[in-house]
Every structure is written in structure tokens, then in C-alpha cells.
């Protein structure tokens, strides 16, 4: 009857599209999986772009990199969602291993933060002796100062220096702006501000802006690369031998060697440098 | 002998609790033209949609042939369905040809496509519309529109054809075509018509039958010549008055 | 700021014929999310809409503003609620399928749906309305009233899709959140330009802009000419 030619079409086609839904599972056709968590200014530095395709390889396996905040990243840890991080904030990342989220954390690399200003200087925070002290000079100087105010781990460790010169950082000089290292770089080179950022992205940006580095190789403001490995007994189905497979990678020579070169042809200098 | 089609007895219905149509005894006789007449509002579309069988009296019977229409089986329900059509006030083609459209009744029944090629270039050659078989129903003017839907009425060659003011649209000359249609119709088939129409001089010229509704109430009927020359009461010397 | 607007321009002009392998990907995925959840939302909306818009449903007003209400589910409460349903920490996390385009069909699905069951009741209602009773009278059986009326409401029914397709793939806080930006897996362009516009990269994020624009347009293009050929048969 007229109906049933219908009914059968429409059967058909729900059929086919759920078959392509499966195959969009995969789009893969049953290759290995690793998720990994990291955070925006770790990918947008290029890092991982440059070193996955060599891992991808030697160990035929899929690498998923999903850019998030550091807190976003951990929670995603926490949840299972995603197999290995890659985070820069060692306190949360303590309260992380703490919690049992993780089986496995390894310090891989760092580099610095940088504290950035106009060349004037006003609040003189190149005759700081660190962080902390040049963050005082600023605030008592009331001088502009663009922060992250979100979950990143250069909003951290701002927080961090803030809470070591004792200071509590309010008023119309200290701008909150609530988004991403690009454009706060660009909000303090457009106010000639004073701004924490981590060194890959300034460095990758460093052209189109106006403010320079005016206090860098401080301990305090060292910023440490870990990998962690997602516990894999909290929830099914993480892939804890892929995690395993990347921590190796990365503490290999080839990986060390990988990350010391990165950066050096595009910036003249490496972005990051790997912990032995 | 004058045979009764379609026969209402003790009939009420009501809207939202309120009475719209009271009428105790009414008849509708087979192969006459019988018009509909009275005030807006009198309860005239009411009583076509009962007698199409589009609704159920909230009281009372209706028979058509003698069946009591309202207490049917789904099949015999259709079987009588089928043998009446009403065209609406305001008609609604399908998305079609002209052609199309005036076949869709017969398509409805399940007709072999051959017959209603046939049956269909028939009709529209009779309303005069096969200039415009293959136009998009969308394209008609509103006087097509309402002819067409005449036309789709009639080729399904129903028992009982209802107009509700089928005149609305037309021009003068489309009025003259369809009173000619209506009465060649009626001379030339078997089919009874009620003609619901505000058109007094009309009335008198196509009428066998009148029927008068006045606040969902029959206040007269019986034949033309009758109600136009001796109407009895005061309301229908007013209504109709002044044309004769 | 114009000047980035053409800079803009050519910059999607020279990814176009340069067939950057990159953004025809993020391009084909676009289409392939957001086209099957138009897709499913259709197969399961229009028969529900239909029955909805010919039958008298008990609560039929209650449902309609219900449907009314989810039409404007933000996308990012959408992807929430997906995220949490299909994480490994959630009720559906074995099927394993958070942060793979199948999770990001699931959440426009549902963002799509209740556009396409709305507008569908819409459509077939009036067309109900201004139908049945005249069908019935030239001697319609209820069954084949429903598919004659059906089939009239067909430039309805692709209004409905139009509308539809059109939220689907101008969203971004469903698919960021359930597919995770994945280059060359789970991203698509809006969660593209996302991306570019946090790298400052103005004239990438508005050269995608332009080609979700052009990609929009074109398929709109094929969907009215269908609903053109529905009106005038």
C-alpha cells in the first residue's frame, strides 16, 4: 500500500544514518586512542603540533589534544574523560594526585613567566629583586595591571606572587579581564600595562606588541610542565598504556630533544626547556 | 411524488453550551434545487455542516435516504459521505494543476486514471474552465477558484451538491455562468442542490424549494413561488420583500 | 576594521582554491554534524509533528509551549547535559563516546529537534485547519486526509529543516563542549573560529566566518529551489 513504501523508506534511511553515527564513533576504524588534557597557552605555543607527530608514529596510536583552561583540564582528569594531562600549575596539581585522580605525576619541563610593561616603567619594577617585589611596586605604585581572573595557570601563579608580597590586589589599576593570554597581551600593550604571561605565547607574539620582558629568570616565577596519568582504576576504559607510552616519550632523549629544539627556528630561542 | 433526501427531526445543536440551531421538523427533497436563506449569523452553516455530516447534532436524528446518519459504521458512513459533496465559502485548492485538482475526489475513490481523465476534461469543458486545466492552482484568480471548486464538487457526481455562497467571487458573468450551470445541472442529473446565497433576484429565478433560517430557526419553507407570494410570515415578507 | 574584513575575504578565497586540506576537513565535518543531526532530528521530528498537528492530543497547548521553550535550549546547557550523560564518569560513559563527532550529532540533535517537531505542528496545523473539513466532504477516508494534508504542508516541513540546519551549524557551545576542538577530528568551524579568535588570529577566525557564511548559503540555496518546487506544482 501507499504507506508502507514510505515506512520502509524511512526505516531504511534511520538505519543508514545510525550506521554513520557508529562510524563517527570511530571515523577511525578502530585505531588506538589517547586524550590528552592541556592547557590553551601550552597548544597555542605549537609545542604539541610539533612533537605528537613523532609519538603518533612510533607508537601507531591516536593523539587527541584537547585545549582547555587548567582548571577545565583538571576537572576533565578528574572525571576520566581524557587519559594523560599536560598542566602547569603544581599546587592544583598536588591537590589533584592528593585526591587520587592521578596514578602517575612526572615534572617534564618549564620555562618562565614573564612580567611584561611598557619600556617606560614607571612602577621601576626593573630594580626589583623578584616577583613579589615587583608586584608590590606596582600595586603601591598603582600602576595599570591586566590579570587572567580565570582559571589559567598564569592566573594562578599570579595569584601566587599576589599572596607572597601580601597584597590584595583591588582598584581601578588592577583590570580584570577574564579571557585569553593573546588578548590580555594585547589589552596591556594597548594600555601600556604591566601583565604576567607565560614566555611561549609573548614570545610568539612579541612582534605585533610594544611591551617588553622587564623581569624574567626569577625562581618565583619558574613555570613547571608535568604530565599526569589519569587513574585508571577510577572509571573504565581510560587508556593508562597510551598515558604510560607518553610520559616514556617525553623522557626520552628523542623527546628531551625534541622539546629543546622547538621554537628555535621560528623565535631564535627555545620556548621550553626539559627537566632531566 | 415529491421524496424527502434528507430529513431533520428534533434537531439541536449547540456551541460553547449555547443553542445554535433549533429545528424541530425540517425536509430537504430529492432533485430539487433548494435555497438556503436568511440573515448572517442564522445558523445556515450550521445546518450544512450537520447535513454534510461534517459534525453530529448535539440532539435529535438526521436521515439521509432514509439512514439515520448518525450512528454509523466507519464503511457505511463513508459509502453516504461519498455521495454528497459541499463546496465552502472559502474553498481551498492543492498545491496542483487545475486538472489535478478537480480529479482529487475522484482519485479519493479510487477510479481507474483513465476514466477520470475523462470524466475531469468533461467537467471543466462544462464550467467552461479547460483553457486553464494545466494552470497552478496558486495562479487562479478568486473567481477561478471558486468555479474550480464547482468543478471539483461536481466530478465527483454526488447525490447532493451544497453551495455555500458560490457567488461571492464571481463577476457578473461567471454569476450568469453558474446559474446556468446550476440549472442545467439540475435538469440535466440527478442531483439535488442546496444553494446557500444572499441573492435575493437570484433566488427567484433558480429556486424550487426556499428554506429560512432566522437565529438558527426555520421560520418559513415550502416551495418558491409559495414563500414568494404568499409568505406567511411577517420576517420573510421582510427579508424577501420588495424584489417580486 | 574593514580592512580585516577584506583581508578576511581573501584570505577564504586563497584557502578555497589552495584546497587547504585543514579547513576542508573542519569544512566537510561542519556539514557531516550538523547535516545528520538535521537528518535524525527530521526522521524522528516530522512523523511526531505530524501526529501532533493532525490528532487532538490531551495537553496538546501545554506541549506546544514546552516544545516552544526547548526551540531556544542555550547550546551550551545542551552540551552540559550531554558532556555529563556520556562521560566516563556518567551514566552512558562506556559507550565511549565523549569528545567524537557522534557525541556532537547527539547534542545538535537535540538542540535541532524541537525546531523541527515546532514548526512541523505549526505548519500541519494550519494546513489541517484550512484542509480537513473540505477534504472530508469530497469524500476523504481519515487516512487519506492525514497524507493529502501532509503532503501539502510540505514548504512547512522545509521551513522547518531550513530552520533547523541554520541553528545547527551556526552553534558552538554544544560541539566545543561534548567534541573538545580536536584538530582534525572534532572540529568544526565554528569551534574554529573560536579557536583563531584566542590566537588573535582576526583574519583566519573571519576568512572561516565567511566560508560558514558561503557553506550556509549554498545549502540554503538547494533548500528553498526544493521548497519552491512544493508550492508551485
Known amino acids: 500500500m501507499h504507506l508502507n513504501k514510505v515506512s520502509v523508506k524511512f526505516l531504511v534511511l534511520l538505519l543508514i544514518t545510525s550506521f554513520i553515527i557508529n562510524l563517527t564513533g570511530c571515523f577511525r576504524f578502530g585505531q588506538e586512542r589517547l586524550i590528552i588534557a592541556t592547557t590553551t597557552s601550552t597548544y597555542d605555543s605549537g609545542l604539541l603540533d610539533y612533537i605528537l607527530p613523532f609519538f603518533m608514529e612510533k607508537y601507531d596510536i591516536n593523539a587527541d589534544v584537547v585545549a582547555v583552561g587548567t582548571g577545565q583540564a583538571l576537572a576533565m582528569g578528574k572525571r576520566g574523560d581524557v587519559d594523560v594531562l599536560l598542566v602547569h600549575s603544581p599546587e592544583a596539581e598536588k591537590e589533584f594526585m592528593d585526591q587520587g585522580n592521578g596514578a602517575l605525576r612526572k615534572e617534564i619541563m618549564y620555562n618562565h613567566f614573564v612580567l611584561l610593561g611598557s619600556s617606560e616603567d614607571e612602577a621601576r619594577v626593573r630594580d626589583a629583586g623578584g616577583a613579589a617585589e615587583a608586584f608590590g611596586k606596582i600595586a603601591e605604585n598603582q600602576s595599570f595591571f591586566i590579570s587572567r581572573e580565570d582559571n589559567s595557570g598564569t592566573y594562578l601563579k599570579e595569584l601566587d606572587i599576589w599572596e607572597k608580597a601580601g597584597i590584595n590586589p583591588t582598584g581601578e589599576w588592577y583590570v580584570e579581564n577574564g579571557s585569553g593570554m593573546a588578548e590580555t597581551l594585547r589589552m596591556a600593550h594597548e594600555k601600556m600595562a604591566y601583565t604576567l604571561s607565560d614566555r611561549s605565547t609573548f614570545v610568539t607574539l612579541k612582534n605585533n606588541l610594544d611591551i617588553e620582558i622587564l623581569l624574567e629568570k626569577d625562581e618565583e616565577l619558574k613555570n613547571i610542565y608535568s604530565v599526569i596519568m589519569v587513574n585508571p582504576d577510577k572509571f573504565p576504559g581510560t587508556n593508562h598504556e597510551g598515558a604510560e607510552n607518553l610520559i616514556d616519550f617525553l623522557s626520552s632523549p628523542k623527546g628531551k630533544d625534541l622539546v629543546k629544539n622547538y621554537g628555535v627556528e621560528q623565535y631564535g630561542q627555545p620556548l621550553f626547556f626539559p627537566i632531566d | ?244 | ?233
Do not use: C
Request: glycine residues 8%; proline residues 4%.
Open chain 2, 1 to 244: 411524488m415529491t421524496q424527502s433526501l434528507i430529513e431533520l427531526r428534533n434537531v439541536k445543536h449547540y456551541y460553547n453550551g449555547r443553542l445554535v440551531l433549533n429545528v424541530p421538523y425540517l425536509d430537504i427533497f430529492s432533485n430539487k434545487i433548494t435555497i438556503l436563506l436568511g440573515p448572517n449569523a442564522s445558523g445556515k452553516s450550521t445546518l450544512l455542516r450537520l447535513i454534510n455530516m461534517l459534525e453530529q447534532p448535539g440532539e435529535g436524528n438526521i436521515y439521509f435516504k432514509d439512514v439515520d446518519i448518525i450512528r454509523l459504521s466507519r464503511e457505511k458512513r463513508l459509502e453516504l459521505q461519498r455521495q454528497m459533496v459541499m463546496v465552502f465559502q472559502r474553498p481551498v485548492l492543492l498545491n496542483a494543476t487545475l486538472f489535478e485538482n478537480v480529479a482529487f475526489g475522484l482519485h479519493l475513490r479510487g477510479m481507474d486514471s483513465k476514466i477520470i481523465e475523462k470524466r475531469v476534461e468533461e467537467v471543466l469543458k462544462f464550467m467552461k474552465l479547460d483553457h486553464l486545466a494545466d494552470r497552478s492552482a496558486t495562479r487562479l484568480s478568486g473567481g477561478e477558484v471558486q468555479l474550480a471548486a464547482i468543478a471539483r464538487g461536481l466530478a465527483v457526481n454526488p447525490e447532493l451538491l451544497i453551495l455555500d455562497e458560490p457567488m461571492n467571487n464571481l463577476d457578473p458573468r461567471h454569476v450568469k455562468l453558474l446559474e446556468q450551470t446550476v440549472l442545467d445541472i439540475s435538469r440535466e442529473r440527478d442531483m439535488s442542490i442546496i444553494i446557500v446565497t444572499h441573492q435575493i433576484p437570484q433566488v427567484s429565478r433558480m429556486a424550487d424549494e426556499v428554506v429560512l433560517l432566522e437565529e438558527g430557526e426555520v421560520i418559513e419553507s415550502g416551495p418558491a413561488e409559495e414563500i414568494f407570494n404568499n409568505p406567511q410570515k411577517e420576517f420573510t415578507r421582510e427579508f424577501i420583500g420588495g424584489i417580486i
Open chain 3, 1 to 233: 576594521m574593514l580592512e580585516s574584513i577584506i583581508n578576511g575575504l581573501l584570505e577564504a578565497l586563497k584557502i578555497i582554491v589552495t584546497f587547504n586540506p585543514e579547513v576542508y576537513w573542519v569544512l566537510f565535518l561542519s556539514l557531516f554534524v550538523s547535516g545528520t543531526a538535521v537528518l535524525l532530528s527530521s526522521l524522528i521530528g516530522i512523523p511526531v509533528g505530524t501526529y501532533l498537528g493532525l490528532r487532538p492530543v490531551p495537553g496538546f497547548h501545554f506541549l506546544m509551549k514546552l516544545i516552544y521553550t526547548f526551540m531556544g535550549l542555550p547550546p551550551v546547557l545542551a552540551g552540559l547535559v550531554v558532556y555529563l550523560l556520556l562521560s566516563r564518569a556518567g551514566p552512558l560513559g562506556f559507550m565511549q563516546i565523549l569528545l567524537t563527532p557522534a557525541a556532537m550529532i547527539i547534542a545538535q540533535t537535540i538542540l535541532v529537534l524541537p525546531i523541527i517537531v515546532g514548526l512541523t505542528v505549526v505548519g500541519v496545523r494550519s494546513k489541517e485547519e484550512a484542509l480537513h473539513s473540505q477534504i472530508i466532504s469530497l469524500g476523504a477516508t481519515e487516512r487519506q486526509a492525514a497524507w493529502i494534508i501532509l503532503k501539502e504542508s510540505r514548504p512547512q516541513i522545509i521551513t522547518a529543516i531550513v530552520t533547523g540546519f541554520g541553528r545547527a551549524i551556526a552553534e558552538v557551545g554544544a560541539v566545543i563542549m561534548v567534541g573538545g576542538n580536536i584538530s582534525g577530528y572534532t572540529r568544526v568551524l565554528t569551534t574554529a573560529i573560536v579557536l583563531e579568535t584566542r590566537r588573535e588570529n582576526f583574519e583566519m577566525a573571519i576568512a572561516l566566518g565567511i566560508i560558514l557564511m558561503a557553506l550556509s548559503f549554498i545549502i540554503n540555496f538547494g533548500l528553498y529551489k526544493w521548497q519552491q518546487e512544493a508550492v508551485e506544482k
